[in-house]
């Protein structure tokens, strides 16, 4: 069973607002690397615009494998909807809302797409900063 925005974007029973959206690179730290490369497990840090977040709780995660751009006209209906499921070649985004040792909470996630032909690994990105509804 695929991870899905339903059964795992729980966020422990808060409700959560964008307060800021980023979309800005980071570079992920993890104590072991990562098992499999193109579906990484939440960092246990980040560093951006040169300081460092450590993760101190993950608070939900969730996965997108929405085909985007050429790719979302590259392959047969059939092929799409199981790819939709659990992602494809350079298709697909793994999210994790995190709290951090600031007692911020962000949205991060790693985009496998590769960048280009030489370097085929995915990036990862902060995508917001996220805030408790009142």
């Not at 974007?9 to 193109?38: A, M, S, T, W, Y």
């Not at 939440?42 to 050429?70: A, H």
């Amino acid at each position: 069973m695929s991870r899905n925005r339903q059964d795992l974007c729980d966020n422990q029973g808060v409700d959560f607002v964008p307060l800021h959206f980023l979309d800005h690179l980071i570079d992920p730290i993890f104590e072991l690397p990562p098992i499999r490369e193109k579906a990484p497990d939440c960092p246990n840090g980040f560093i951006w615009d040169g300081k460092n977040y450590r993760v101190m709780e993950m608070l939900s995660s969730w996965t997108d494998f929405t085909r985007r751009g050429k790719m979302s006209r590259n392959m047969r209906p059939a092929h799409a909807a199981v790819a939709s499921t659990r992602g494809s070649l350079n298709v697909g985004r793994f999210y994790f809302r995190v709290k951090v040792d600031t007692g911020q909470v962000f949205d991060i996630y790693y985009d496998r797409a590769m960048k280009n032909v030489d370097d085929r690994k995915g990036q990862w990105f902060v995508y917001r900063e996220m805030g408790e509804t009142s």
